[in-house]
């Protein structure tokens, strides 16, 4: 009985190893049949752009298998593209299937139509026994739910941002957070009202525009400590020596040439107050000499790529350096000038012609006491500061770096040689002279304009410009300069600048001879020139009529776009007739 228990032991255990080995061996065979499938590529939309967040789902003979991922997924499991568009994937399957299988693909976006791709034995190339598949496709655009909603907000918000319903950074937070919490609430039970991803968003900021604004405001901030602006106003009005239509080309140029290196708002923030002083003195209108400077304001600062914030913009988003700028802004801005001059004299020449001077030399010397530099070491070091910040500009395309990090070089080491010298208190630096209300705006402003451009309105507007202008360059130069003019004239000109710069990327991309770059510069010049139309179209505009009006010198809406609107018309044919001629 032993003899038997102890055989059928020995029985079971030959056959439990034999089983295990022929299962190891069937595993082995099994494992040596796969092959390594390298599938990778780019998902684009009908502008050849890359779609980010796109799901890729894969199927093997009808079943989906679930890849090692790459990226993120905002909507969902399994592969989803980068920024770019692109994806990377490697498959172990057996050979067999690679060679007589169905490989298929299912790609899917929320705003785009789903599109299947069925990878065939020639899409396949072989190298050291892997397989490896390229994938490039088109997927179309569909208007769906994530379509209308963020279209709806993003009018709700350009709404409430051009006609000051609400103040525009709060306005533009509440678009932003609204987009957002939709895509990860309905977005969520339904991908169709998946706006963007949280990703996205974050990577729609354009980090260089932030950073060169919060650095050239510290820079101003401290540099305002000095005096150096009244000064200045004080120095044009001692060269005029009583001459007021001298006077206001001085005024004028020195405006124009401050706004193109530095902000323009608070040139005028600081001008203003001493140029109504010397106008009172001289017993004409302030608002003669201030209109005059609000229109140069806005012509200097398109001349430089650091000028304007749709410059900054402009030149951060198409790659653009600061030469460029000069080099094809900077003779039109001062033909634009040259003619300011001889119009200004028309407007105002009866106004100029009611001063009365008494005793020059007297108003002279009483500016000298009022106006001085009350710190001549940090101006002077300050002043160093600025023309190594500026040679850092023009030599930032040489040197392959962007320009906010100029700034922020330069301001960091003006901040720090202030503090180390007392010469600013960091509080109110920090909380007064950088806007934050200024830097929040943009940073919500690109969020909404990176909503709406994943969902396809952008495409949409610029495929409807395209086929406006025929495909002709002629057409699409005048085209973006006007609209961007009279646009910029009656609603804040910086969200239509980000609206407008995936357009006109694109647009140069597919009109002939636009790769000049011609049509950032028609963008340019119309939303920098159309500032100057109505009390509303610039900044600047904003803040020297208010000061004005609370000094007791209140102008109209029409009054003003009376002497503007139509200078406005002027420059901005004079623009386009340059374009025209030398592009």
């Known amino acids: 009985m032993m003899k038997r228990g102890l055989w059928l032991f020995i029985l079971g255990f030959c056959l439990l190893l034999g089983g295990y080995a022929w299962a190891s061996g069937k595993l082995e065979s099994s494992t040596d049949n796969l092959t390594r499938l390298n599938l990778f590529g780019r998902i684009l939309n009908p502008h050849k752009k890359g779609v980010p967040d796109a799901e890729i789902k894969i199927f093997v003979d009808g079943q989906e298998i679930e890849p090692p991922t790459h990226g993120h997924a905002p909507h969902g499991s399994g592969l989803t593209t980068e920024f770019d568009g692109s994806f990377q994937v490697e498959l172990d399957l057996p050979r067999e299937t690679i060679k007589n299988g169905e490989i298929k693909l299912l790609i899917f976006k929320p705003s785009y ?143 124009a040439v401050a706004s193109a290196f530095l902000d323009n708002v608070t040139t005028m923030l600081l001008l203003t107050p001493v140029t109504i002083e010397i106008a009172l003195s001289l017993g004409i209108n302030p608002l003669s000499l201030l209109i005059p400077e609000i229109l140069a304001s806005n012509i200097g600062g398109t001349a430089t790529l650091i000028g304007d914030p749709p410059n900054i913009m402009i030149g951060s988003y198409a790659g653009l350096t600061f030469m460029d700028f000069v080099k094809n802004l900077a003779p039109v801005c001062i033909i634009s000038m040259i003619v300011l001059f001889i119009y200004n004299k028309f407007v105002y020449n009866r106004e100029y012609h009611k001063a009365k001077i008494d005793d020059i030399q007297a108003f002279i010397e009483k500016l000298r006491q009022e106006y001085r530099i009350t710190d001549a070491s940090l101006l002077g070091f300050g002043l160093v500061i600025m023309a190594v910040v500026i040679l850092m500009f023009l030599l930032h395309g040489v040197l392959h770096m962007e320009v906010s990090i100029a700034a922020l070089f330069g301001a960091s080491v003006l901040f720090t040689y202030a503090l180390v010298t007392k010469k600013i208190d960091l509080v109110h630096l920090i909380e007064k002279d950088i806007e934050w209300p ?78 000049s770059g011609v049509l950032w510069w028609a963008l340019a010049l119309g939303a920098c020139f159309g500032g100057n139309g109505t009390m509303i179209g610039a900044s600047a505009n904003v803040v020297t009529l208010g000061i004005a009006e609370a000094a007791g010198h209140r102008i109209t809406f029409f009054g003003f776009m009376k002497v503007a609107f139509i200078y406005m018309i002027i420059s901005v044919g004079i623009a386009n007739a340059w374009l025209l001629i030398f592009y």
Not at 137 to 162: C, D, E, H, M, N
Not at 454 to 460: K, N, T
Not at 463 to 476: I, K, R
Request: net charge negative; hydrophobic share 55%; proline share 3%.
């Open 438 to 515: 200024t830097l929040l705006f943009f940073i919500f402003l690109f969020i909404l304009v990176g909503a709406v451009e994943d969902v396809g309105l952008l495409d949409m507007i610029a495929d409807w410009v395209f086929h406006l202008s025929a495909g002709s360059l002629v057409t699409a130069v005048c085209l973006i300069l006007w609209v961007s003019a009279i646009m910029s004239a009656f609603v804040d000109n910086i969200p239509f600048t980000a609206t407008m710069l995936p357009i006109t990327a694109y647009l140069t991309k597919v009109i002939p001879g636009a790769e």
């Open 113 to 255: 139509k789903k599109e299947t791709l069925v990878l065939k034995p020639e899409d396949f190339a072989v190298k050291d026994g892997e397989y490896y598949a390229k994938v490039e496709i088109i997927i179309p655009r569909t208007k769906g739910p994530a379509f209308w909603i963020a279209t709806v907000v993003f009018v709700l918000a350009y709404v409430l941002i051009s006609f000051e319903l609400l103040h525009r950074t709060l306005a533009a937070m509440l678009g932003a957070s609204i987009m957002l919490l939709i895509s990860y609430t309905l977005g969520t039970w339904n991908p169709e009202y998946h706006i963007l991803s949280y990703e996205s968003a974050i990577h729609s900021i354009d980090m260089n525009v932030i950073f060169l604004l919060m650095g050239m405001m510290i820079i101003v901030g401290i540099l305002k400590n000095t005096g150096v602006f009244q000064w200045c106003a004080y120095k044009c009005y001692q060269l005029a020596r009583g001459n007021v239509i001298l006077l206001s080309i001085i005024l004028m140029t020195f405006t």
